[in-house]
């Protein structure tokens, strides 16, 4: 298992490389066989929209295949299906993408229909035994990553693979979130990190401390950090 450091002057550069890598790696896992589908766990936040909306672009014009692409979320704000505050809200550009499989699309529920803990379950059931290639995290100035926060019940020690979160510390209060063993039993993990504010936590995070939830997560093969100026700017090597 491995680290890589990368930093970028600005947010938009940032966005601008990860997606190419992002071509770059599925193309290369893709080519190990005519089957091979890539398991994307996909993140929300400012720097994921702007990613995503690379992405998409990207995506239409490389050389991967979208229909060998299985995309997932991290975690998800329990709100309303047409929320504006869903993570998966942001994605559209990136579903859109000619050649992605819509059974291969892996949003998770909404409140819509179903309990808290019954969406959690769902998805649980959704998931089964995947292992992601790619599991791509924002990193939050408090040091949370998903919906797993410091200091909080939905960071204890469990056999689950997706709980269901009451009491969030971040608006909205219920959520739905993998969980850290689910996160660290991918392949790689790429944190995604842009801004001044989220600099202590992108240290505390790139050193593991373990008294961040980023500071726990981490690859089975590798961990990517890929970080504006200004997110990087207490890291020291």
Sequence with gaps: MSDE???FPDAEQ????VSAALVTRI???QAESDHRVVQLCLTGGTIATKIHRKLASDLGSGPVDPG??????GDERFVATDSPDRNAEPTIELLAVDGLAPERIH???SAAGLTLAEAAEAYAAELGEVTFDICMLGLGPDGHIASLFPDHPSLEPTSATVIPVTDSPKPPPERISLTLPVINSSAEV????SGEEKAAAAAKAYRRSERIPGGRAHGTVETIFWLDEEAAGEISD
């Design 5 to 7: 450091l990368n930093i």
């Design 68 to 73: 060998r692409i299985e995309l997932w979320w």
């Design 27 to 29: 193309s290369e896992l």
């Design 190 to 193: 790429w944190f995604l990190v």
């Design 107 to 109: 949003p998770m529920p």
């Design 14 to 17: 940032l966005a601008t490389a």
